[in-house]
C-alpha cells in the first residue's frame, strides 16, 4: 500500500521500505517517528488529509544535501554581484510501515520539522503534554495540604533564640516540631542537623537544646 504524505511543504508518495529525504526533522538517528500529515492512503483521498493515517519511518541519519552555487548580479545598482554556497539540512530515513487507521493511538512521536512544527504535528504531540501539565499542578497543591498537616500540634519553635518563620519552616520540613525532640539531641544529632540544614554552628552558639529542656516541661 502507498500513501502520500506532506512534510516540509513537500509531498512524498512512499510505501513500506522506501528510503527517502526530507526536510530536517527534530529526531536523532535509530529515532521511531509518524508522519500524520497524510493526503493520501491507497485508494482514500484526504479532505484534505486522512483521518486516522500515518506513515511510521525510522531515523537512519542526519545529512545535508548537495551544494548549491547562488550567483546574483545587480547591473543598475552600482554594479554589485554576490555567490553564495547552501547545502541543505535533511533527514534520511526508511519507511517501516503504512497505517491507514489507527495511527492517532499508535504512540509513535510524530515527525516534527527542526527549524518550524506544523499544525497537524502539534495537534499530534498535544495529547502526550497535558498529563504532565496536571500533575505539576497538583504537586504543588499536595505540599500545602502537607504543611497544615506538619504544623498542625507542633510546638512554636520560634521561641528558640534566633529561630524565626523561616528557620521553622526548615526544622519542620527535617521532621523537627517539637521541644522535646531537640531537647533529646545529642551531639551527634546535633552536628548531623546543623551540617543538613546549613546553620553554621547557630544550635551550640545559640543554645537550643537547653533552652529546649526548659520549654519542653
Not at 7 to 14: L, M
Not at 64 to 83: A, C, D, N, P, W
Amino acid at each position: 500500500m502507498f500513501a502520500v504524505l506532506k512534510t516540509g511543504g513537500k509531498q512524498y508518495k512512499v510505501q513500506a521500505g522506501d528510503v527517502l529525504r526530507v526536510e530536517k526533522l527534530a529526531a536523532n538517528a535509530g529515532d521511531k517517528v509518524q508522519f500524520n500529515e497524510i493526503l493520501m492512503v491507497g485508494a482514500t483521498v484526504g479532505t484534505p488529509l486522512v483521518e486516522g493515517a500515518g506513515v511510521q519511518a525510522e531515523v537512519i541519519d542526519q545529512i545535508k544535501g548537495e551544494k548549491l552555487i547562488h550567483f546574483v548580479k545587480r547591473r543598475r545598482k552600482h554594479g554589485s554581484q554576490r555567490t553564495k554556497g547552501h547545502r541543505q539540512q535533511l533527514t534520511l530515513l526508511r519507511v517501516t510501515d503504512v497505517l491507514e487507521n489507527g495511527a492517532d493511538k499508535s504512540g509513535v512521536m510524530a515527525a516534527v520539522g527542526a527549524g518550524s512544527v506544523s499544525g497537524a504535528a502539534v495537534a499530534a504531540a498535544a495529547p502526550a503534554k497535558k498529563p504532565a501539565k496536571k500533575a505539576e499542578k497538583a504537586a504543588p497543591k499536595a505540599e500545602k495540604a502537607a504543611a497544615p498537616a506538619a504544623d498542625a500540634g507542633a510546638d512554636d519553635l520560634k521561641q528558640l533564640s534566633g529561630v524565626g518563620p523561616a528557620l521553622e519552616k526548615k526544622l519542620h520540613a527535617a521532621g523537627v516540631t517539637s521541644f522535646a525532640q531537640i531537647a533529646a539531641w545529642t551531639e551527634a544529632d546535633v552536628a548531623e542537623f546543623d551540617e543538613k540544614l546549613s546553620f553554621k554552628g547557630r544550635i551550640e552558639r545559640e543554645g537550643w537544646v537547653d533552652q529546649a529542656k526548659k520549654l519542653a516541661k
